[in-house]
């Protein structure tokens, strides 16, 4: 009989211990499922930086086109436009006068150094006689995150972002030294027509449009 009554009492004290463990459980998973229900609604400034820096690296570098060889003046290369005449006063090429509706350009030995030295310049040999050379001028490089505003399922997200530029991209800066000595003829030619731009200017603020996929951010499809 007594064995029988603290059999009972044994039980008794229990199950109030298991229905605790049992009520704490559920706490804990509804926690956890709130948790992660709210992670796939908000974007967080990581998440958004990486989205924008891909973004940004997506759009690839500015980038200039020149010929070597006799250049005959077409819809898409001039030879008698700023562009030649910026890579001769920068020592990259060699401009000789016209002869024969033709330009001859040579490139130099430093120019040669320089366009092996800079990392994605590409060189191809045309059906002319030409060699056509594209070379990067500078990447985009996310600065930071400035803001995110939520709406749903969508995210604006204000950054900053620079230019990093590289050597040949210093050469096309509007305004550095080089492009500076043009008249504001060709400057605005070089900037409108062959990427020269303000790669040493101050970070400029921009905005992206994201959309809740799932669990994941991306740009939202225009």
Same mark, same amino acid.
């Given at each position: 009989?007594?064995?029988?009554?603290?059999?009972?009492?044994?039980?008794?004290?229990? %199950?109030?211990?298991? %229905?605790?463990?049992?009520?704490?459980?559920?706490?804990?998973?509804?926690?956890?499922?709130?948790?992660?229900?709210?992670?796939? /609604? !908000?974007?967080?400034?990581? +998440?958004?930086?990486?989205?924008?820096?891909?973004?940004? @690296? @997506?759009?690839?570098?500015?980038?200039?086109?020149?010929? !070597?060889?006799?250049?005959?003046?077409?819809?898409?290369?001039?030879?008698?436009?700023?562009?030649?005449?910026?890579?001769? /006063?920068?020592?990259?090429?060699?401009?000789?006068?016209?002869?024969?509706?033709?330009?001859? $350009?040579?490139?130099? !030995?430093?120019?040669? @150094?320089?366009?092996?030295?800079?990392?994605?310049?590409?060189?191809? +040999?045309?059906?002319?006689? !030409?060699?056509?050379?594209?070379?990067?001028?500078?990447?985009?490089?996310?600065?930071?995150?400035?803001?995110?505003?939520?709406?749903?399922?969508?995210?604006? $997200?204000?950054?900053?972002?620079?230019?990093?530029?590289? @050597?040949?991209?210093?050469?096309?800066?509007?305004?550095?030294? %080089?492009?500076?000595?043009?008249?504001?003829?060709?400057? +605005?030619?070089?900037?409108? /027509?062959?990427?020269?731009?303000?790669?040493?200017?101050?970070?400029?603020?921009?905005?992206?449009?994201?959309?809740?996929?799932?669990?994941?951010?991306?740009?939202?499809?225009?």
């Amino acid at each position: 009989m007594f064995e029988a009554e603290v059999e009972m009492e044994r039980r008794s004290s229990f %199950l109030p211990l298991l %229905l605790m463990m049992c009520l704490v459980a559920a706490i804990v998973g509804l926690a956890g499922y709130v948790l992660l229900q709210a992670r796939g /609604k !908000t974007l967080s400034a990581q +998440q958004a930086s990486g989205v924008v820096a891909a973004a940004l @690296q @997506q759009r690839g570098p500015a980038v200039i086109h020149f010929r !070597t060889g006799l250049v005959k003046s077409s819809a898409d290369d001039k030879p008698d436009d700023p562009n030649y005449r910026l890579l001769e /006063k920068a020592g990259i090429v060699k401009v000789a006068k016209p002869a024969g509706g033709k330009v001859a $350009v040579s490139l130099t !030995t430093a120019g040669e @150094q320089l366009l092996t030295s800079v990392a994605g310049c590409k060189k191809e +040999q045309e059906a002319d006689g !030409t060699v056509s050379y594209q070379a990067p001028l500078a990447q985009r490089q996310l600065v930071s995150i400035a803001g995110i505003v939520v709406d749903g399922n969508n995210a604006t $997200v204000e950054y900053t972002w620079k230019w990093v530029p590289n @050597q040949i991209g210093d050469v096309f800066d509007a305004g550095g030294p %080089l492009v500076k000595s043009f008249n504001l003829w060709d400057r +605005q030619t070089l900037i409108n /027509k062959y990427n020269a731009d303000f790669y040493r200017s101050e970070p400029t603020k921009s905005a992206l449009t994201l959309a809740r996929n799932g669990q994941e951010w991306k740009i939202l499809a225009q």
